[in-house]
């Protein structure tokens, strides 16, 4: 299995621009979430989903969306890049039943300039 | 809400020395309690966990925790660190409102001095 991945590794925008970090799984994880971490601040929870179909915000989801089409994937896009975007995004997974343990992708590194 | 408490930004240990990163968490209710463990330029891993019985849990690279109900702690330490235990390390809860959710600390650097 190759767990959670991630992609693209790393990403540089220009104020305005969009793009759509992509986060695949293969573990049959139910759950799915989205994060960014930015230095001294821990991680914080952009979105989340239960299940395909099925998302909900987290702490900080303006600027932001994301859709679960599928069980595998769950895509978060920005649709107006932001200087305060600039940070490193994970995405994670966890099962039904798992008591909270969730599975990290690598991260994606993005910068807004 | 839940939150927890990582008080120590940077921890600096020589080699071969005994470390203790501290964690602090506030619920209302039961709650389980991880380490993770960020090695430079890649994504968190579980470094351990409490769930329920035994207070003292340990990981396979000679870290262990205790959990502390009374003075809602969850205290990682290591009696002797190495260079590679070089890494940022974040304490994190679970989250009662379900969706087997977290909320993390803000993290401590630990940084081994040869």
């Known amino acids: 299995n190759a767990g959670v991945t991630q992609t693209p590794k790393f990403r540089i925008l220009k104020i305005g621009q969009s793009m759509t970090l992509q986060c695949t799984q293969d573990?049959?994880?139910?759950?799915m979430y989205w994060y960014r971490q930015d230095p001294g601040m821990g991680l914080k929870l952009i979105y989340y989903s239960v299940g395909a179909g099925i998302t909900d915000k987290g702490e900080v989801p303006n600027g932001y969306n994301v859709s679960r089409s599928t069980t595998e994937d769950f895509p978060l896009r920005l649709e107006l890049a932001a200087p305060s975007q600039t940070s490193v995004y994970f995405c994670?997974?966890?099962?039904?039943?798992?008591?909270?343990?969730?599975?990290f992708g690598p991260g994606t590194r993005l910068t807004v300039l | 809400a839940q939150s927890v408490t990582q008080l120590d930004s940077q921890v600096p240990v020589f080699e071969e020395a005994p470390v203790e990163l501290r964690c602090n968490y506030s619920s209302s209710v039961s709650v389980y309690l991880f380490w993770y463990v960020q090695y430079p330029n890649q994504g968190l891993q579980l470094l351990l966990k409490y769930l329920s019985g035994s207070t003292l849990v340990e990981s396979i690279n000679g870290f262990e925790a205790e959990f502390n109900k009374s003075q809602t702690s969850f205290h990682l330490r290591k009696p002797s660190v190495h260079i590679s235990d070089t890494a940022e390390y974040f304490c994190?809860?679970?989250?009662?409102?379900?969706?087997?959710?977290?909320?993390f600390g803000t993290g401590t650097r630990l940084t081994i001095i040869p």
């Open positions: 573990m049959n994880h139910n759950y």
């Open positions: 994670a997974g966890a099962g039904v039943s798992s008591y909270n343990e969730q599975f």
């Open positions: 994190a809860v679970s989250d009662p409102s379900g969706n087997e959710k977290l909320t």
